[in-house]
């Protein structure tokens, strides 16, 4: 129990230093609009270290992982003025298998973890390949190429099914 109690300590001594700095300074980097974001980061940071400092309740880090990666997401955004938010919205997904796949790795390895962390870490992957992508289709008139794309990947599958039906 101490050594959540020091997490606590840290985390509130972290804030102080960061508000004493900015009134000191001037700074204006800690303003409301740009704090709140501490409000879903900090829980994600107990959910995490309440594991790793007892190694017991693997469970709790899918919501850390979670919460950690949503809160530095919204850190991003919030610094950068919300203008790539259209672009980092895989992110969200991404979370949720950061958290799955830390249960994973820490809790019981069980196999069946692994099927949601590949499929949503997949949808976030294709997503942003899609999204930095997206300017290069756009230049290449990216609906001929996505369409044939499309077609190239169905005669493939076609193709295949057809093989493997003259070889049963």
Do not use: H
Not at 139 to 154: E, K, R, T
């Amino acid at each position: 129990m101490e050594k959540r109690g020091s997490s606590a300590g840290i985390i509130l001594i972290i804030i102080g230093v960061l508000v004493l700095l900015n009134r000191i300074f001037n700074l204006n980097f800690i303003t409301m609009s740009n704090f709140w974001p501490l409000f879903v980061l900090i829980p994600g940071l107990f959910f995490e270290a309440g594991y790793f400092v007892t190694r017991r309740d693997p469970g709790l880090l899918v919501p850390g992982g979670i919460l950690t990666t949503i809160g530095l997401l919204f850190f991003f955004e919030v610094s950068t003025g919300w203008q790539f938010a259209a672009d980092t919205w895989p992110i969200y997904p991404l979370a949720v298998a950061i958290g799955l796949f830390q249960l994973y790795l820490f809790g019981y390895r069980q196999r069946g973890l692994l099927i949601p962390v590949f499929i949503l870490g997949g949808i976030s992957l294709i997503s942003f390949t899609i999204i930095i992508m997206g300017g290069m289709f756009l230049w290449f008139n990216g609906n001929i190429i996505v369409s044939a794309l499309f077609i190239l990947a169905g005669i493939i599958i076609l193709f295949n099914n057809i093989r493997r039906k003259k070889t049963d």
